[in-house]
């Protein structure tokens, strides 16, 4: 029977901290409209379930560390970036009910999303990971570098819709607002800790065999608080939303909210 490492130590952390975010999550799609809410609150949800198959694949390889189970883990840890970016858009969808800004813009945003993220899946499959090592290809940097540009087009559409919407923000688009705002930080950290493995030759922080400290504190910490600071958020706009808003609100346009002047 093998031995509970460190790095299995965090993966139990997953465990716990992404099926919290994942239900918190449901709460407010369900509070807000399944249809209305869906291209935000599916990507924690998204983002949760891989993290969570994730952790699964790393507990598993204690005993069995086979070739499978170690791409399995790669993958999940490379793709959480995709939908972890799409949050950001969503709230930006939901912030934007004036459509101030072009939808099609937006849903080119989010296509660069998937783009990333069929890059990084095509990347790792095509990866020799049969040690249990894992070096990122020409592919998986560029998918990468996606999710670098996606970041930087985030905060200048922030800035501009701010900047357009600061006079007329209701209390439901100044809590998204903060949301974004207060957890940038940590998401930034995040993609600065999976630029570093992807692009630097730097064993520390390797896919799956990088020093485990730092894959706490720059990885699955930073992405906890990134994503408990949206849905915290979140869940405080969708709360403070009068019965009869949240009652209309599922019959809204998709995308439309209504918030509190």
Same mark, same amino acid.
């Given at each position: 029977?093998?031995?509970?490492?460190?790095?299995? *130590?965090? =993966?139990?952390?997953?465990?716990? =901290?992404? @099926?919290?975010?994942?239900?918190?999550?449901?709460? &407010?799609?369900?509070? /807000?409209?399944?249809?209305?809410?869906?291209?935000?609150?599916?990507?924690? &949800?998204?983002?949760?379930?891989?993290?969570?198959?994730?952790?699964?694949?790393?507990? #598993? /390889?204690? %005993?069995? @560390?086979?070739?499978?189970?170690?791409? !399995?883990?790669?993958?999940?840890?490379?793709?959480? &970036?995709?939908?972890?970016?799409?949050?950001?858009?969503?709230?930006?969808?939901?912030?934007?009910?004036?459509?101030?800004?072009?939808?099609?813009?937006?849903?080119?945003? !989010?296509?660069?999303?998937?783009?990333? #993220?069929?890059?990084?899946?095509?990347?790792?499959?095509?990866?020799? %990971?049969?040690?249990? /090592?894992?070096?990122?290809? *020409?592919?998986?940097?560029?998918?990468? !570098?996606?999710?670098?540009?996606?970041?930087?087009?985030?905060?200048?559409?922030?800035?501009?819709?701010?900047?357009?919407?600061?006079?007329?923000?209701?209390?439901?688009?100044?809590?998204?607002?903060l949301a974004i705002v207060l957890s940038w930080p940590f998401l930034l950290v995040r993609l600065v800790y999976s630029a570093i493995g992807d692009f630097a030759d730097d064993s520390r922080f390797a896919i799956l065999v990088g020093d485990p400290t730092i894959y706490?504190?720059?990885?699955?910490?930073?992405?906890?608080?990134?994503?408990?600071?949206?849905?915290?958020?979140? $869940?405080? !706009?969708?709360?403070?939303?009068?019965?009869?808003?949240?009652?209309?609100?599922?019959?809204?346009?998709?995308? $439309?909210?209504?918030?509190?002047?």
């Amino acid at each position: 029977m093998g031995t509970v490492t460190y790095r299995d *130590g965090i =993966a139990i952390l997953q465990l716990i =901290a992404f @099926p919290v975010l994942l239900v918190t999550a449901l709460v &407010i799609w369900k509070r /807000t409209g399944w249809k209305a809410a869906g291209k935000t609150w599916r990507f924690v &949800i998204s983002l949760s379930l891989i993290r969570i198959i994730g952790s699964i694949c790393a507990l #598993l /390889t204690i %005993n069995h @560390p086979t070739e499978n189970i170690y791409i !399995a883990e790669a993958v999940c840890e490379l793709i959480g &970036i995709a939908p972890l970016m799409l949050v950001y858009v969503g709230l930006l969808r939901q912030i934007d009910t004036e459509q101030r800004m072009h939808p099609k813009f937006l849903g080119a945003v !989010a296509l660069a999303c998937f783009v990333g #993220l069929i890059l990084g899946i095509a990347g790792i499959s095509i990866t020799d %990971n049969s040690t249990g /090592t894992f070096h990122a290809n *020409g592919i998986v940097k560029g998918a990468m !570098a996606v999710f670098l540009v996606v970041f930087v087009v985030d905060l200048a559409i922030t800035g501009w819709l701010y900047s357009q919407l600061r006079s007329k923000l209701s209390v439901f688009q100044k809590k998204l607002f903060l949301a974004i705002v207060l957890s940038w930080p940590f998401l930034l950290v995040r993609l600065v800790y999976s630029a570093i493995g992807d692009f630097a030759d730097d064993s520390r922080f390797a896919i799956l065999v990088g020093d485990p400290t730092i894959y706490l504190c720059m990885d699955v910490l930073e992405e906890i608080i990134a994503v408990s600071i949206c849905v915290g958020f979140g $869940l405080s !706009a969708v709360l403070g939303m009068k019965p009869m808003q949240q009652a209309g609100y599922r019959g809204v346009k998709p995308d $439309l909210i209504p918030g509190e002047v």
